[in-house]
């Protein structure tokens, strides 16, 4: 189907058909196809930023407005938050602006941290597998880990080191292994599609058992959980099997006593 039949269709009354049926075909595609952007190497987080700003930069697409609303419930006005991994900044701003809370933010590429201090972001560089408490001068409310924890080899060891630094507690998200999609995938011999750039993105993998499990272990209690992206209606009745993403609100069980 040609760009022009696209759009004449995006604009006619049959939009809301054509978007079901657009995204219907893509979910297809992806149980069998790998992203057109793949390749095999290290992560340049830079360069990334460098395609992002080619459309897009500082905006909130769909799925990543429904994950900031998940985020922005769980804050009160005046919490000191920090975002880990803060990216391009839309989502620290979109719960700004919203909740009016105290909005701090980390990030590894320069470039995303410059583009936040032009939007007037309280951001300063850090890689977070170096030691956490050297950039963690005071206690904060909550400590957002939105979509970082997957990135990671030792993601216990970060979270056992914000532990003291987050007085209310941490709010996690993570995709959904169990995910139905990533189970047909499996079925049809392919790996879940995680990734976008090359499968070296994700280290780390969970299911809704998975991580809450993991959580025990790790001694924390979670306090919240939200299915924000998924098969709808579906993904909060049975989230193991339809939420494609959760945000977790996490509290260390010896502060939730």
């Known amino acids: 189907m040609n760009r022009q039949v696209k759009d004449a269709l995006r604009g006619s009354f049959l939009r809301p058909v054509y978007l079901w049926l657009a995204n219907r075909y893509r979910a297809l595609r992806r149980l069998v196809q790998y992203p057109a952007t793949a390749r095999v190497g290290v992560v340049d987080y830079d360069s990334y930023w460098d395609g992002k700003a080619q459309g897009g930069l500082g905006v909130l697409s769909e799925w990543r407005r429904r994950r900031a609303q998940a985020f ?38 320069p470039k995303a941290v410059a583009f936040c201090r032009e939007q007037g972001l309280n951001v300063e560089l850090a890689d977070l597998n170096r030691p956490i408490a050297q950039y963690l001068r005071q206690p904060f409310d909550y400590i957002i880990l939105s979509e970082i924890i997957e ?102 069980e010896a502060q939730a006593e």
Request: aromatic share 12%; glycine share 8%; net charge positive.
């Open 151 to 252: 990135h990671l080899p030792d993601p216990e060891r970060l979270l056992n080191d914000l532990r003291p630094h987050a007085r209310k507690g941490l709010i996690v998200s993570i995709p959904n292994t169990g995910f139905y999609h990533h189970r047909l995938r499996l079925l049809l011999g392919r790996f879940p599609l995680q990734w976008v750039v090359t499968p070296g993105e994700h280290l780390r993998f969970w299911t809704r058992a998975d991580f809450h499990w993991w959580a025990r272990q790790m001694r924390f209690r979670i306090l919240r959980e939200i299915p924000y992206e998924g098969t709808p209606g579906l993904r909060r009745i049975w989230p193991g099997l339809f939420a494609a993403a959760f945000v977790f609100w996490l509290q260390d």
């Open 72 to 109: 922005t419930e769980l804050v009160s006005p005046g919490d000191r938050v920090l975002d880990l991994g803060v990216g391009d900044g839309a989502l620290l701003r979109y719960m700004l602006e919203r909740k009016a809370i105290e909005a701090y933010g980390l990030d590894i590429s």
